[in-house]
């Protein structure tokens, strides 16, 4: 499963929510036929399968309707959780682009090619998406980077290989 979102609000008063994606074109989610929600973003077991009514941009964010949430109060009770889909129901990713799942516990190397830590998360920041990246420090504690997922810091990413390259140095 892949985590794509959170259900933020509802949204008028047929059953409509209102969305926060983690991601940069929620359109495409339209060719996922039914959307997982839940709870914990980390334990996919309580789960439930919602089928796709329809999906648009609504002002500056993104509303979806599925199948069986029929009014407002239907929304509400969904709201805080998780949405995701399994990851061989997902649309295929363009060159350069990737889910934030596929970054997580990528190793992550500067161009001197030395070892800046691991891939633990990612944070939207509005502007653009923020990697946070740790590493032990030679006394066991961990040192935290956050860099930001763009072009001039991000040289190249090698899902293949583990491997993230990017353009910062360790004392920054």
């Known amino acids: 499963m892949v985590v794509l979102g959170r259900v933020t609000a509802p949204y008028g008063v047929q ?35 919602y089928p796709l009514q329809a999906l648009r941009l609504q002002g500056k964010s993104w509303v979806v309707k599925l199948t069986g949430v029929d009014d407002r109060s239907g929304a509400e009770r969904l709201v805080g959780n998780y949405f995701g889909a399994p990851r061989d129901e997902l649309p295929k990713t363009d060159l350069g682009e990737f889910y934030w799942s596929d970054l997580i516990g990528l190793s992550v190397v500067n161009l001197g090619n030395e070892p800046l830590g691991r891939v ?23 040192v935290e980077r956050l860099l930001p997922f763009v072009d001039h810091v991000v ?18």
Do not use: Y
């Not at 290989?161 to 353009?167: I, S």
């Open 120 to 142: 633990v998360d990612l944070l939207e920041s509005g502007a653009h998406a923020v990697l946070v990246v740790t590493e032990e420090n030679g006394c066991g504690e961990k």
């Open 155 to 172: 040289k190249e990413v090698e899902i293949p290989a583990g491997l993230l390259r990017v353009d910062w140095e360790r004392d920054w």
């Open 15 to 49: 059953g409509w929510l209102r969305l926060h994606p983690f991601g940069d074109d929620p359109g495409r989610w339209r060719e996922i036929s039914s959307w997982w929600l839940g709870r914990d973003e980390n334990d996919f077991s309580g789960w439930c399968a």
